[in-house]
């Protein structure tokens, strides 16, 4: 079968660029595998293109606006499902263009394109997956490194705001030596409160604090490279930069436009509620005064179940009554993912 150049560039992104270059995961691979079945779907049923024929050319302005519009209103896909096939679709544009010119209108086309913006209602957290990837970006050969990894490991585990971190002192972490550590946090209007803490981030507490040799244990916990007390505005730039060469990593993750460090906190409590915790323990261990607060975080739960099922990532697959095509609809080498 006679395909275009998208499509020879395309079957080596994914059978040997993604795998063997960057060494992603299968699970990595699936993920940009079905930002492609979509919007080869959207050729095919909007188009009249069939995948074989879908070409660098058809990446252009007007098809690019249609093919948001397929996604939000035929699709059902949230924002947030659209930013990330559109940069599935702008990574495999990137890599393209510096093989194949003819992409480089392709991806201009792509990297220029108004996306639609998150809702208020949608709260910026990441998924367990994003976390785990973000807690690996700090080099931890560097001393700062390593009390940046520390720090957004300990952001994360206790669900402390971002002033919350600027002002604990090293005494406030309690039986760190102990089975149960503790972190002693103190909140909005001068209220403190314990949080547990797990034994990996005390183990990474520690080494950092004797690491840091610290005179007094009225110090801060965590320092700037200046060694003076850390600031929010020091955590959020920790934050973006963190995000920034996470996302660069994974393209296909990291969907919303904005992250701050309150998207620790929201990412904690969203995999607390996700594990079976109680709304009301959640509310207590976030320093919530009112349940309706910690309310929000069980509509973002629903709202993922609402997505998984509208995206039949379901386990069990329920077979179609309709007889099988036998015309490939996708290439061979997205069909195997």
């Given at each position: 079968?006679?395909?275009?150049?998208?499509?020879?560039?395309?079957?080596?992104?994914?059978?040997?660029?993604?795998?063997?270059?960057?060494?992603?995961?299968?699970k990595?691979?699936?993920?940009?595998?079905?930002?492609?079945?979509?919007?080869?779907?959207?050729?095919?049923?909007?188009?009249?293109?069939?995948?074989?024929?879908?070409?660098?050319?058809?990446?252009?302005?007007?098809?690019?606006?249609?093919?948001?519009?397929?996604?939000?209103?035929?699709?059902?896909?949230s924002?947030?499902?659209?930013?990330?096939?559109?940069?599935?679709?702008?990574?495999?544009?990137?890599?393209?263009?510096?093989?194949?010119?003819?992409?480089l209108?392709?991806?201009?086309?792509?990297?220029?394109?108004?996306?639609?913006?998150?809702?208020?209602?949608?709260?910026?957290?990441?998924?367990k997956e994003?976390?785990?990837?973000?807690?690996?970006?700090?080099?931890?050969?560097?001393?700062?490194?390593?009390?940046?990894?520390?720090?957004?490991?300990?952001?994360?585990?206790?669900?402390?705001?971002?002033?919350?971190?600027?002002?604990?002192?090293?005494?406030?972490?309690?039986?760190?030596?102990?089975?149960?550590?503790?972190?002693?946090?103190?909140?909005?209007?001068?209220?403190?409160?314990?949080?547990?803490?797990?034994?990996?981030?005390?183990?990474?507490?520690?080494?950092?604090?004797?690491?840091?040799?610290?005179?007094t244990?009225?110090e801060?916990?965590?320092?700037?490279?200046?060694?003076?007390?850390m600031?929010?505005?020091?955590?959020?730039?920790?934050?973006?930069?963190?995000?920034?060469?996470?996302?660069?990593?994974?393209?296909?993750?990291?969907?919303?436009?904005?992250?701050?460090?309150?998207?620790?906190?929201?990412?904690?409590?969203?995999?607390?509620?996700e594990?079976?915790?109680?709304?009301?323990?959640?509310?207590?261990?976030?320093?919530?005064?009112?349940?309706?607060?910690?309310?929000?975080?069980?509509?973002?739960?629903?709202?993922?179940?609402?997505?998984?099922?509208?995206?039949?990532?379901a386990?069990?697959?329920?077979?179609?009554?309709?007889?099988?095509?036998t015309?490939?609809?996708f290439?061979?080498?997205?069909?195997?993912?």
């Amino acid at each position: 079968m006679k395909t275009t150049q998208f499509n020879n560039q395309l079957s080596k992104y994914f059978t040997e660029f993604l795998p063997q270059i960057r060494q992603c995961s299968p699970k990595t691979i699936e993920s940009y595998s079905d930002s492609f079945i979509s919007l080869f779907s959207f050729f095919h049923e909007k188009k009249g293109i069939k995948f074989n024929n879908v070409d660098f050319k058809d990446i252009n302005p007007k098809n690019m606006d249609d093919y948001i519009l397929y996604l939000r209103k035929e699709k059902g896909n949230s924002n947030s499902t659209i930013g990330v096939r559109i940069s599935a679709l702008a990574s495999f544009l990137k890599y393209s263009s510096k093989r194949d010119m003819r992409a480089l209108s392709a991806l201009n086309s792509v990297i220029n394109m108004k996306l639609p913006a998150r809702t208020n209602k949608e709260i910026a957290y990441f998924t367990k997956e994003e976390m785990s990837l973000l807690l690996r970006i700090p080099d931890i050969r560097k001393d700062v490194g390593y009390r940046n990894r520390v720090l957004l490991s300990f952001l994360y585990d206790s669900g402390a705001r971002a002033q919350e971190i600027c002002d604990i002192c090293i005494k406030d972490i309690i039986s760190i030596n102990g089975r149960n550590p503790k972190a002693r946090l103190k909140g909005k209007g001068n209220k403190f409160r314990e949080v547990p803490i797990s034994l990996e981030v005390a183990n990474l507490l520690r080494h950092y604090l004797k690491d840091r040799n610290a005179a007094t244990s009225d110090e801060p916990l965590f320092l700037s490279t200046s060694k003076d007390k850390m600031t929010t505005k020091l955590i959020s730039h920790l934050v973006d930069k963190t995000v920034k060469e996470a996302k660069e990593e994974r393209p296909d993750l990291f969907a919303c436009d904005k992250y701050s460090p309150h998207s620790f906190r929201h990412s904690k409590a969203v995999h607390l509620l996700e594990a079976g915790v109680p709304l009301i323990y959640i509310r207590n261990f976030l320093g919530h005064e009112s349940i309706q607060t910690t309310e929000i975080y069980a509509k973002v739960t629903q709202g993922n179940l609402n997505r998984i099922l509208s995206e039949k990532k379901a386990n069990v697959s329920i077979p179609a009554e309709d007889k099988p095509q036998t015309d490939n609809k996708f290439p061979d080498f997205l069909s195997d993912f």
